[in-house]
């Protein structure tokens, strides 16, 4: 499972956000976003569609200190193939639901290397 992603600033980024009625917003080039990281995703509420700052991560919990959210240290889940989305317990109940656009360049396996 790929866990990491680039965004870089490229044609088919661009026509991604195009295509999703934000022509004006590039999320912001970075390279190695970690689970746990900050990105940016498209969401849409009320009808309209947004590129937000958030955590690379599908559960997360408020710190201890009670400053920001970071994923929470119980679980390893933060994304899934496309055929666990309505079979896996945890993925079904969520999938309806609670989605978003993760516009990026590439998604990656980290070696440690």
């Excluded at 295509?19 to 999320?27: A, E, I, K």
């Excluded at 900050?38 to 009670?66: C, D, K, T």
Aim: hydrophobic share 30%; with cysteine; net charge positive.
């Amino acid at each position: 499972m790929c866990g990491r992603y680039n965004v870089g600033d490229s044609p088919e980024l661009r026509h991604l956000m195009n295509q999703l009625g934000l022509p004006d917003q590039l999320p912001r080039p970075q390279r190695n976003v970690p689970p746990g990281g900050i990105g940016e995703f498209v969401i849409e509420a009320a009808g309209h569609r947004y590129l937000m700052p958030g955590i690379w991560s599908l559960l997360i919990e408020q710190r201890p200190n009670g400053q920001g959210y970071r994923p929470n240290p119980k679980f390893n889940t933060f994304n899934a193939c496309s055929d666990r989305l309505t079979g896996s317990p945890l993925w079904k109940k969520i999938y309806p639901s609670k989605r978003c656009i993760v516009p990026v360049s590439a998604f990656h396996e980290w070696q440690g290397k």
